[in-house]
């Protein structure tokens, strides 16, 4: 499918930006900040957005070494991957997201992808 995306992009000498997430790397890399507002965008009533942050804002880990653990230190950012809030949180902001690109534009047709005509022709 990207494929024919970026054809028919480059055919029509059109701009296209695609979104690639790393999920490894994406939860950690959260800003507070933004998945805050974000949780506030998406309508979520104040109180769980208070009781969300509540939870991650003292949150304080320790390194485990061979040699013992270390002292405690405060994670600043991100949400942890296996928090059960986690998903629920990259799913506002992911959401926050496509809202404001829907926002600003309507997409393109793809040509070829019509259901009801099994061609691949230009419209």
């Known amino acids: 499918m990207m494929d024919v995306i970026?054809?028919?992009a480059r055919e029509?000498?059109?701009s296209i930006y695609i979104l690639f997430l790393d999920l490894k790397q994406?939860?950690?890399a959260i800003k507070r900040k933004q998945r805050t507002a974000a949780e506030y965008f998406i309508g979520l009533p104040q109180e769980v957005v208070r009781l969300a942050k509540a939870v991650f804002e003292r949150m304080t880990a320790k390194?485990?070494?061979a040699h013992g653990l270390s002292d405690s230190f405060d994670i600043l950012g991100g949400d942890l991957m296996g928090c059960v809030l986690s998903p629920s949180h990259a799913r506002c902001l992911l959401t926050s997201i496509s809202?404001?690109?829907a926002a600003v534009s309507s997409g393109v047709r793809v040509w070829g992808c019509d259901r009801?005509?099994?061609t691949w022709r230009r419209p």
């Open 63 to 65: 390194f485990d070494t």
């Open 26 to 28: 994406f939860f950690p």
């Open 116 to 118: 009801r005509r099994a």
């Open 99 to 101: 809202v404001a690109i």
């Open 6 to 8: 970026w054809g028919q």
């Open 12 to 14: 029509l000498k059109h």
